[in-house]
RNA sequence: GCGCCCGUAGCUCAGUUGGAUAGAGCAUCGGAUUUCUACUCCGAGGGUCGCAGGUUCGAAUCCUGCCGGGCGCACCA
């Protein structure tokens, strides 16, 4: 599972929800339903029935383009035998035109042909719609618009942003662009740890480079930074640089060694301006940067532990305050409030995520690596403890794993302690911005992940985002063909004569196409980006394999233009796909 | 030790939240090009779904136990 305790779809919903999927899907649904309504003797109230009904894609095309199993999970309760009870459904259907044929097979599943009527529908939508198709329009059900906060990367600015960070920017972007298909009001929010104790190890690791102290010497203070940019950043402010900041002022560097504040502003200036860079080279944007320090300036920290003191679920012990997290589901309770009078993380941490709710995101998505699962309970107890009416699986979590990457055969190491690691930018500089994305969004989160920069580096069919980008540069280059051959495309001609695209691969890549929607709706429910990847390699390969069994430049005008449509259909998915991940759609390889 | 996660073909991984004969790419072997880009395609072999039980019409999927690996178990963040 790539995510932890999402809220529970509940019963029914195995169905889509009715504003998403294709046409043919909600109408499939529809005639099911009022064939189950008609049958006379079944024993079983309406929402049983409904609970019942599940339409999933076939695996193998014999079995159709749709199956239900609902005469298997309504034999029992119904008493009867599944393909009976599946044969009578099958009688009471309602006649479609959607539908060319539908049998009874297996133990009693329902297995429906889509007629060349409901393709040609949905082809036409494809190109009617271009760039939205797939995307769920702004009415719907209200809970599919729900305000939702995608909290994702939030490194410390403590140094250049590393792989695991790139992992986390590719997933929560695209978990944020899928779940905006989707309806949704999505935030990108970045959580800004500029208040902590990393934050002065930072500034006393640049401070003892100042006094020239290398890692390992006399003096060299504990857990301070060891990276080589600590040098630089040492360097810069001896130099008395000015480097701006994010709010548009400018921090100049004092070249004052016991200026410790002065480094710690100079160094945070400095390397959030690099994290920026790095963010903007890989195409991520967020809409909000929430700072740490603004919750102890607007008093939401305070305000949080006097909140957890009300709930009476705190207590005093060794000088320090308490919170009992193991109320709510937590391996041991844990301090609020340290001996020394300072508070724990946990403490800003709860606080924040109590902003979250309180602007009006009733659905927060955290993003974050599998080492910080710890944070999940403490921060859920929290809120808990609060009392606020939060629901208690509130944030939802996306844990990932870490990366590993490999050149000429050859793991990189990634050490912050060591000082040397690969950067995002590294791998962009290396692989280019479109590889590191899909790379790093086409495997599930939770299993640890192994970036091949050869592989990502190579323009061959082995490479996934090259063989994916190719498809849709071929289009594009067929229509080039068309015009330098004098021929002609025309849309209307081509929908008229979508009854001649009969071949197997035609027919597999219009089922695929308008597979698109439904793919999106599952990858933004589970969260799971990594769906849509594969399901776009798929798209791509059905579509060369139909490039290379059958030339579309034909000079049968009618079944030209019905093939230029297909294509045209399949670029536009392919093009729609890959915006979603964040990986340009080039024209041209 | 406790908690969470992972274990599917030689390798890297999918598997539509319990369905039909477990799939794809790579690698291996065998084929295809006077062609809209061979930067591609077609075919073949390859499996105890970590192991053992259980639940049921039906399990890679859900439950229990074990084996192996990762991560986490601070008055650090």
């Given amino acids: 599972m790539a995510t932890m305790d999402h809220p529970d779809p509940g019963p029914g919903k195995l169905r889509p929800p009715r504003d998403s999927g294709t046409l043919t899907l909600k109408d499939l649904l529809d005639l099911i339903e009022s ?17 019942a009904l599940a339409l999933e894609r076939t695996r193998d095309p014999a079995h159709g383009d749709f199956a239900t199993n609902v005469a298997l999970r309504l034999a029992k309760p119904a008493r009867r035998k599944p393909r009976d009870l599946a044969t009578a459904i099958v009688a009471a259907l309602p006649a479609s035109d959607i539908i060319e044929r539908t049998e009874v097979a297996g133990p009693g599943f329902i297995n429906f042909h889509l007629s060349p009527h409901a393709y040609a529908g949905e082809l ?83 401070q003892a480079r100042v006094r020239g102290l290398k890692p390992g010497d006399t003096g060299w ?52 301006n690099e994290q920026d860079l790095d963010l903007q080279k890989f195409g991520v944007k967020f809409d909000v940067y929430y700072l740490e320090s603004s919750l102890y ?115 990189v190491k990634i050490s912050k302690r060591a000082g040397s690691y690969v950067t995002v930018r590294d791998l962009v500089d290396w692989v280019g911005r479109d590889a590191v994305r899909f790379f790093l969004v086409m495997r599930q989160p939770n299993s640890e992940f192994t970036f091949d ?27 080039r063909q068309l015009r330098d051959k004098g021929m002609t495309h025309a849309r209307e ?23 698109y929607p439904e793919v999106l709706t599952t990858a933004a429910r589970l969260l799971e980006p990594h769906q849509l990847a594969h399901y776009l390699t798929e798209l791509a390969s059905e579509f060369h394999t139909y490039y290379n069994a059958h030339t579309f430049l034909v000079d049968d005008a009618e079944l030209r233009s019905a093939r230029l449509n297909l294509v045209t259909a399949t670029r536009q998915v392919i093009a729609n796909g890959l915006g979603i991940l964040g990986v340009s759609a080039p024209e041209t390889m």
């Fill in 35 to 51: 064939a189950l309504a008609a049958l006379p003797d079944l024993p079983l109230e309406p929402a049983a029935l409904r609970d």
């Fill in 124 to 206: 036409a939508r494809v190109l009617e719609e271009g760039p939205r198709y797939g995307a769920v329009p702004a009415s719907g059900e209200p809970d599919r618009h729900e305000p939702t906060v995608v909290e994702f990367v939030s490194a410390n600015p403590t140094g250049p942003l590393h792989v695991g960070h790139g992992r986390q920017a590719a997933l929560g972007d695209a978990l944020a662009a899928l779940l905006q298909s989707q309806g949704h009001a999505v935030q990108r929010e970045y959580y800004y740890n500029d208040a902590g104790v990393q934050i002065h190890n930072l500034a006393l690791a640049v």
């Fill in 221 to 272: 203070p504990e857990n301070a930074y060891a990276g080589e940019y600590i040098q630089e950043l040492a360097a810069d402010f001896m130099a008395g640089k000015k480097e701006h900041t994010q709010d548009g002022g400018e921090v100049r560097a004092s070249a004052d060694v016991d200026d410790l504040d002065g480094i710690r502003r100079f160094a945070v200036a400095c390397l959030r």
């Fill in 297 to 411: 300036a607007d008093g939401k920290v305070e305000a949080t532990v006097n909140g957890l003191v009300a709930s009476g679920k705190t207590f005093e012990q060794d000088g320090a305050l308490w919170l009992r997290t193991t109320d709510y589901g937590d391996d041991k309770d844990r301090v609020v409030r340290k001996s020394d009078g300072t508070y724990t993380y946990f403490v800003p941490d709860v606080a924040y995520h109590v902003t979250k709710w309180e602007r009006g995101f009733h659905r927060a998505i955290n993003v974050q690596g599998t080492d910080h699962h710890g944070t999940v309970a403490r921060v859920r107890a929290g809120l808990q403890a609060l009392d606020m009416g939060i629901p208690a699986q509130y944030p939802d979590y996306v844990l990932h794993n870490m990366v590993k990457v490999m050149r000429g055969g050859e793991e």
């Fill in 453 to 479: 920069v050869d592989l990502a580096r190579s323009r061959s069919e082995e490479n996934p985002v090259y063989y994916v980008q190719y498809a849709h540069a071929r289009v594009s280059s067929v229509f």
């Fill in 493 to 515: 001609v081509g929908a008229r004569n979508l009854h001649r695209l009969t071949a197997p691969h035609e027919r597999a890549l219009l089922r695929r196409i308008t597979q």
